[in-house]
């Protein structure tokens, strides 16, 4: 802990972000529709492949995928850098660093039960770094269409 930071609860209406530039920026992400799910969606539509974009996989089940293949049962996630901890490309941030490291452990911890949720309703989970898009858009395209038309 810094000097100046506070172990009390935060209050409901304050906020979790270190400045108010941290706060804007962190709400200025997208939940769907980045550029690399739209690079992916891209390739996929041209390979003729239809798919469903930032649906419940399982309907009752309160995760989201970002590409879903009902018919073949597969749900992509395209999972960012930052925001999953990539081994490669994760850095954590100086400041709240005790935020961001419980933000990025819940993060995993939820892929995995998502994962296992989602083979255990017989789907297939696809995750995808976002740097993996970034580098190779066509052989992500490529791979997630093997697991929808297995050969």
Not at 10 to 27: I, L, N
Not at 85 to 94: F, I, K, M, S
């Amino acid at each position: 802990m810094t000097a100046g930071e506070s172990t009390a609860p935060r209050r409901r209406d304050e906020s979790w972000a270190s400045t108010p530039g941290s706060r804007a920026s962190m709400q200025s992400n997208r939940g769907r529709d980045t550029a690399p799910e739209l690079a992916v969606r891209r390739r996929l539509h041209a390979l003729g492949l239809r798919y469903r974009v930032s649906i419940r996989p399982i309907k009752n089940v309160r995760r989201t995928a970002d590409i879903v293949f009902p018919r073949a049962r597969v749900a992509v996630f395209i999972d960012g850098c930052f925001w999953h901890g990539c081994a490669e490309h994760y850095q954590a941030p100086a400041r709240n660093a005790e935020f961001w490291l419980a933000k990025r452990i819940r993060n995993q911890q939820r892929d995995a039960e998502t994962d296992r949720l989602l083979e255990a309703h017989g789907w297939r989970p696809l995750r995808i770094w976002e740097h993996e898009v970034r580098a190779d858009p066509d052989a992500v395209a490529a791979r997630i269409a093997g697991a929808v038309r297995p050969t």
